[in-house]
T-cell receptor
Framework: QKEVEQDPGPLSVPEGAIVSLNCTYSNSAFQYFMWYRQYSRKGPELLMYTYSSGNKEDGRFTAQVDKSSKYISLFIRDSQPSDSATYLCAMRYTGTASKLTFGTGTRLQVTL | EAGVAQSPRYKIIEKRQSVAFWCNPISGHATLYWYQQILGQGPKLLIQFQNNGVVDDSQLPKDRFSAERLKGVDSTLKIQPAKLEDSAVYLC????????????FGQGTRLTVV
């Protein structure tokens, strides 16, 4: 079993839709949870991070962490064609070097 | 602020040949990472440097991969000899400190081994 599981998609939605992206994990020691966006032939860029459980909102993006279920989510409201990319969840322990464990990524396509 | 620079962008080599990738991190960033991203997978950490010392190289195949970070700035990653399964994108990233949440990634070097 992989430490971090993520549905690879692809996920296709119409412009304006609400998108839900999810990851599950097996190691309860993870404390920092991140979402990276990766455009084709580019490196990943950090979208949001959350420490421990709870919600965090930034514009059209909301990150949720449910540590009891070992489940994290990223919601995108009013999705735009420019949101078309691969979304990678990543997580790491606290108190150690910043070694990130990534999911496989979900490819999202927002259509006009 | 300039980002993380990597070269070359693309490389095609035959199996058993050697190859080297170069990375210049963001100025002032003490921590440098090399990740391997195989098509359809998330990035996997190969090696992490703090200045010019190795913090974590537990997933680096040391029989064929080597990396160095001279003077705590630029870094090179070498593969010798390459295997077909080394075909991947090699991403370099940097952060101010080891404990930073955000690491900034370069565009990567896409390696194809034929």
């Amino acid at each position: 079993q992989k430490e971090v599981e993520q549905d690879p998609g692809p996920l296709s939605v119409p412009e304006g839709a609400i998108v839900s992206l999810n990851c599950t994990y097996s190691n309860s020691a993870f404390q920092y949870f991140m979402w990276y966006r990766q455009y084709s032939r580019k490196g990943p860029e950090l979208l949001m991070y959350t420490y421990s459980s709870g919600n965090k909102e930034d514009g059209r993006f909301t990150a949720q962490v449910d540590k009891s279920s070992k489940y994290i989510s990223l919601f995108i409201r009013d999705s735009q064609p420019s949101d078309s990319a691969t979304y990678l969840c990543a997580m790491r322990y606290t108190g150690t070097a910043s070694k990130l464990t990534f999911g496989t990524g979900t490819r999202l396509q927002v259509t006009l | 602020e300039a980002g993380v620079a990597q070269s070359p962008r693309y490389k095609i080599i035959e199996k058993r040949q050697s190859v080297a990738f170069w990375c210049n991190p963001i100025s002032g960033h003490a921590t440098l990472y090399w990740y391997q991203q195989i098509l359809g997978q998330g990035p996997k950490l190969l090696i992490q440097f703090q200045n010019n010392g190795v913090v974590d190289d537990s997933q680096l195949p040391k029989d064929r991969f080597s990396a160095e970070r001279l003077k705590g700035v630029d870094s090179t990653l070498k593969i010798q000899p390459a295997k077909l399964e080394d075909s991947a994108v090699y991403l370099c990233a940097s952060s101010l400190r080891t404990t930073d949440t955000e690491a900034f990634f370069g565009q990567g070097t896409r390696l194809t081994v034929v």
